[in-house]
């Protein structure tokens, strides 16, 4: 149950695009179509951004968006604004548990 | 609306139980799974528990497996932590979390239960 493997930051300027990858085994995230991502910002709960490798919950804007390659999910978030510097996590199921990964700041420049 | 609120936590001693509470509501709680979520300070995310909407399926962490006991009253709209033999690395935020359906994805959140464990 290693956790999966997140750069640990990224950053960007206003309106800019940012990628963050998430890279598993086929355990995890190469063998089920069940990857989620969440946003933490400081001393707040996760909230909810993406599910099943590429769909968006109600109320997630479209700039945030979900692809997977093989055992690696990424997330990319467009139009980078200043409300997007925190936290992300994402997560995979892996047949009997889930597991997260290492989180990446996104720092906006 | 849907409302998670975490209870139980505090400072135990290492080796010693404590017993976390989760009130759901807003949402029909038998419908859904649940999970626990635990976030050591400064730390990040670890998937701890997870449990279906009939109690029929229960899943551990290994960092866990044995000594935490997850539950659920669907009568009283609650979800439960047994945390027996606690170490300090169990010390964390833990969160309960609504599981979407057919997603194994935790969607709605609480804001967690602070467990210290030191001696």
């Known amino acids: 149950q290693s956790a999966l493997t997140q750069p640990r930051s990224v950053s960007g300027s206003p309106g800019q695009s940012v990628t963050i990858s998430c890279t598993g085994t086929?355990?995890?995230?190469?063998?089920?179509?069940?990857v989620s991502w969440y946003q933490q910002h400081p001393g707040k709960a996760p909230k909810f951004m993406i599910y099943?490798?590429?769909k968006r919950p109600s109320g997630v804007p479209d700039r945030f968006s979900g692809s997977k390659s093989g055992n690696t999910a990424s997330l990319t978030i467009s139009g980078l604004q200043a409300d997007d510097e925190a936290d992300y996590y994402c997560?995979?199921?892996?047949?009997?548990?889930?597991?997260f990964g290492t989180g990446t700041k996104v720092t906006v420049l | 609306e849907v409302q998670l609120v975490e209870s139980g936590g505090g400072f135990v001693q290492p080796g010693r139980s404590l017993r976390l509470s989760c009130a759901a509501s807003?949402?029909?709680?038998?419908?859904?799974?649940m999970h626990w979520v635990r976030q050591a300070p400064g730390k990040g995310l670890e998937w701890v528990s997870g449990?279906?909407?009939?109690?029929?399926?229960?899943d551990y962490a290994d960092s866990v497996k044995g000594r935490f006991t997850i539950s659920r009253d669907n009568a009283k709209n609650s979800l439960y932590l047994q945390m027996n033999s606690l170490r300090p690395e169990d010390t964390a935020l833990y969160y309960c979390?609504?599981?979407?359906?057919?997603?194994?994805?935790?969607?709605?959140w609480g804001q967690g239960s602070l467990v210290t464990v030191s001696s």
């Open positions: 979390a609504r599981d979407r359906p057919n997603t194994y994805a935790p969607d709605y």
């Open positions: 807003g949402f029909t709680f038998n419908n859904y799974a």
């Open positions: 449990i279906t909407w009939d109690s029929g399926s229960k």
């Open positions: 086929s355990s995890d995230v190469g063998g089920y179509n069940y």
């Open positions: 099943d490798v590429n």
């Open positions: 997560c995979s199921y892996a047949g009997s548990y889930n597991v």
